[in-house]
């Protein structure tokens, strides 16, 4: 990243996802000053305030008010409209996936964003992990794709798992998979084999469902997402063939490591004024496309 003054970061949410994450990488990053927290639940935002010495809001305009940029870890359909009230009191978004759950709610962010001027990157973790997003700008310079898949097989809901993460986030129990994982599986996805133009959805065992995409190049690809697989039989695989032969995603890295990386990239658009290739706008087009499998499931 081009050096930079340190911009002030605030952070909503208190939840395991911004207490793991975003909070002590906000409090670690060399050019972010981590300004406050704000959380719907007011005792939970001062304690996580507390232990990162910072300060917990209890309104989140004046948190937007005092922060140069906001990094949101709350469901997508708190996230949309806090996002746009942020977007318009002049804040960069720091932005979690997905967008929203509502074609019409990521679009209104992305609106804000553009009125404001202020940039965007949404935290879509193999889009910022060095190892994933070296191998996903290698392989969007390569032609000649014939097909691929995006494997996410998660055991959340599986018993003995991370008993803390569902009980504070209902909204995946109710989304599924399609909703929390489709959006990492369409970030490796998109920009190495094209938009989707066309899709068909089906359910599996559990949340499972099984997409088949057909993407604006001419390629096509599935993916399958889970939170409900066997503890056993949990990974992620993304496979791409075509003319140059068959290539396998590599994985490795902390969630924290890919949040420093993300917040990079914001500072580097916020200071440019050049779009990230992960921004309001893409997160957009992944909420249409997974709306689109919604109802592809619904009918």
């Known amino acids: ?85 942020a977007a318009a009191a002049g804040c960069h978004l720091l932005l979690d996936k997905p967008l929203a759950t509502e074609p019409d709610a990521a679009r209104a962010v992305v609106e804000a964003a553009d009125v404001a001027g202020v940039a965007s990157a949404v935290f879509c973790t193999m889009r910022y992990a060095p190892a994933t997003s070296a191998w996903i700008t290698e392989q969007a310079a390569v032609e000649g ?21 569902r009980a504070s986030t209902p909204w995946r129990a109710e989304r599924g998979a399609l909703w929390d994982v489709g959006p990492h599986a369409l970030s490796v996805l998109l920009p190495i084999l094209g938009d989707v133009v066309a899709l068909t959805a089906r359910r599996g065992a559990g949340d499972t469902v099984h997409l088949i ?55 580097e658009s916020a200071r440019t004024g050049v779009p990230s290739a992960c921004d309001a706008r893409f997160g957009l087009r992944i909420t249409e496309i997974l709306a689109a499998a919604q109802l592809s499931l619904e009918s």
């Open 1 to 85: 990243m081009t050096s930079t003054d340190a911009l002030r970061f605030g952070l909503v949410g208190t939840g395991p996802w911004a207490r793991r994450t975003y909070a002590p990488t906000l409090a670690a990053h060399p050019h972010a000053e981590f300004t406050g927290v704000w959380g719907r639940r007011p005792e939970a935002a001062a304690e996580l305030a507390a232990g990162h010495s910072t300060t917990a809001y209890d309104d989140v305009d004046a948190l937007f008010a005092a922060c140069d940029a906001v990094a949101f870890a709350v469901p997508p359909d708190v996230q949309a409209p806090l996002a746009a009230r």
């Open 213 to 267: 995409l057909g993407h604006e190049d001419g390629a096509s690809s599935t993916a399958t997402l889970s939170l409900t697989t066997p503890k056993a039989a949990g990974g992620v695989c993304v496979e791409l063939r075509g003319s140059a032969g068959v290539f396998t995603m590599p994985t490795g890295g902390t969630a924290q490591e890919a949040l420093a990386v993300a917040v990079d990239v914001l500072l």
């Open 145 to 165: 794709w014939f097909t691929g898949r995006a494997d996410w097989y998660g055991a959340l809901y599986t018993p003995g798992d991370d008993a803390d993460v």
